[in-house]
């Protein structure tokens, strides 16, 4: 009889609380569901097509950040919350489009803002507690972020929005490192991902204000 290797373990690092987690987590879904509905009314979808292009938005970083971080299920599919947390925002937004076109751009730049931040620095801190090196916690924070929106441009037929707004997917990392780097120097998941998250959106609402980029060949 031969012996069976024992699995590998995973470093024991400091976890951000189940619940705490989750509600920022959801949070993050809601906001993402709530953008990619309203773009894809916009678009000329219908019931259906909002809807599905909402919950793609929704979950789709989330979901990304898990199957790669081998943790499957995905958090996403394990329990309804996220899912109905999705799809109530598209269905919002596809009944209350009018006012939410009524509100003025910035505050849904904002809004579009913090879920960037939520779902940059939640998706480094789950992969910074899975045992992950800071080059995959940044990666896995920025793929959380952007992962959904990157989907939603494909099917809506444009340019992923991640690809001609520099300062996106640049804030999504600078918040995902940051967010690592204090996991490890100071193992405080709440302060690491509150720095962070202040880190990432203040990098996007200063490219949203000030019109912050980085270089491009003309």
């Given amino acids: 009889m031969t ?3 024992p699995a590998a373990r995973v470093p024991s690092r400091p976890a951000l609380g189940t619940r705490a987690f989750d509600a920022l987590d959801i949070a993050a879904t809601a906001l993402f569901g709530l953008e990619g509905a309203a773009a894809a009314a916009h678009a000329g979808f219908d019931l259906l097509g909002v809807v599905v292009v909402g919950l793609i938005v929704a979950l789709a970083g989330g979901v990304l950040r898990d199957v790669l971080l081998g943790d499957l299920p995905p958090a996403a599919l394990r329990t309804p919350s ?8 598209a269905l919002v937004a596809f009944v ?3 006012v939410v076109d009524a509100f003025p751009v910035l505050p849904l730049q904002v809004l579009d803002a913090i879920g960037l931040a939520l779902f940059a620095v939640t998706g480094a801190q789950k992969a910074w507690a899975s045992g992950a090196n800071l080059w ?3 990666i896995l924070g920025t793929l959380a972020a952007t992962g959904g929106g990157v989907i939603r441009d ?3 037929a444009r340019t ?3 690809l001609s707004e520099s300062i996106y997917g640049t804030a999504a990392a600078a918040g995902a490192v940051v967010t690592g780097i204090l996991l490890a120097v100071t193992g405080r998941p709440r302060l690491s991902l509150g ?3 202040v880190v990432a959106l203040a990098l996007r609402l200063g490219a949203v204000i000030w019109g912050w980029s980085l270089p ?3």
Avoid: K, M, S, W
Wanted: hydrophobic share 70%; no cysteine; proline share 3%.
């Fill in 154 to 156: 494909v099917l809506l």
């Fill in 82 to 89: 996220r899912i109905i947390a999705g799809l109530a925002a």
């Fill in 96 to 98: 209350f489009l009018e």
């Fill in 195 to 197: 720095v962070g998250f």
């Fill in 160 to 162: 992923p929005y991640v």
């Fill in 3 to 5: 012996d069976v290797a």
């Fill in 216 to 218: 491009r060949i003309a």
């Fill in 136 to 138: 995959v916690v940044t």
